[in-house]
């Protein structure tokens, strides 16, 4: 249904949101930073699906030409942050933009998903210019611990060798990661505020080391 379909020009609009995006959260952390604050985000990433994820996506879901558009996570930025409470603060300043609207939420942190995974998704409609006029883009935007993303980029990798089917004891230790990866980000948020003071110090250190 879609072998004749124009793929790049499709996929350009999304591109550009992606761009944006990241130039934008990037520009967020840059402001805390010279400001010698304690930047809630500590890095970003983007991507546009993969053709063969999106068509996979779409026969599973059932969109079709017509409806292809409605699909969420074409554009993708992903936030990550240091500790769970930076999540929070992440996303009120989501929700405080004047950017884009917030369309919805999904909470895999209070609601951990049957793999093990856990992330804040937050689906918005983006607003861009193109040279053919005004489009509103859909996105998410994950945003994650450190520690999140670690176990999520292994289980991705090993769903992605697997055909989607992880063998038993593969999947057994998985669990049992994910469970590490929880504890690790909790144990971490019981020493935030060291941690946090430690690095400002580093940082400014490092300012000053660089001045020279
Ligand atoms: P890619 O980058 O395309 O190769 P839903 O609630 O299912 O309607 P949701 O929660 O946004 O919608 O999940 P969906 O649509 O299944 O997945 C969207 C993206 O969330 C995934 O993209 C992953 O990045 C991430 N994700 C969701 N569930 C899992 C999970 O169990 N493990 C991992 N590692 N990531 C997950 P794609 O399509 O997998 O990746």
């Given amino acids: 249904m879609l072998m004749s379909f124009n793929w790049e020009e499709f996929l350009d609009p999304y591109v550009q949101t992606v761009g944006e995006l990241k130039i934008k959260f990037r520009g967020v952390r840059k402001q805390y930073l010279k400001k010698g604050a304690y930047s809630p985000i500590e890095f970003v990433t983007g991507r546009v699906k993969r053709r063969d994820s999106i068509l996979k996506k779409a026969r599973k879901r059932g969109y079709t030409r017509d409806t292809i558009s409605e699909m969420e996570d074409i554009a993708g930025v992903r936030v990550m942050v240091q500790f769970v409470e930076d999540i929070w603060e992440v996303l009120e300043l989501l929700r405080k933009r004047s950017d884009f609207k917030i369309i919805e939420e999904r909470d895999y942190i209070n609601n951990q998903k049957v793999s093990g995974y856990r992330s804040y998704h937050v689906?918005?409609?983006?607003?861009?210019?193109?040279?053919?006029?005004?489009?509103?883009?859909?996105?998410?935007?994950?945003?994650r611990t450190l520690a999140m993303n670690f176990w999520a980029t292994i289980e991705h990798s090993l769903n992605y060798k697997y055909g989607g089917v992880i063998p038993s004891a593969v999947k057994e230790r998985l669990t049992n990661a994910a469970r590490e990866a929880a504890s690790l980000d909790a144990e971490m948020s019981l020493i935030r505020g060291e941690i946090q003071e430690a690095q400002l110090l580093f940082d400014g250190l490092q300012a000053r080391a660089d001045l020279k």
Wanted: hydrophobic fraction near 50%.
């Fill in 123 to 143: 689906v918005i409609q983006y607003p861009i210019d193109t040279i053919d006029g005004f489009r509103v883009i859909n996105a998410e935007i994950q945003i």
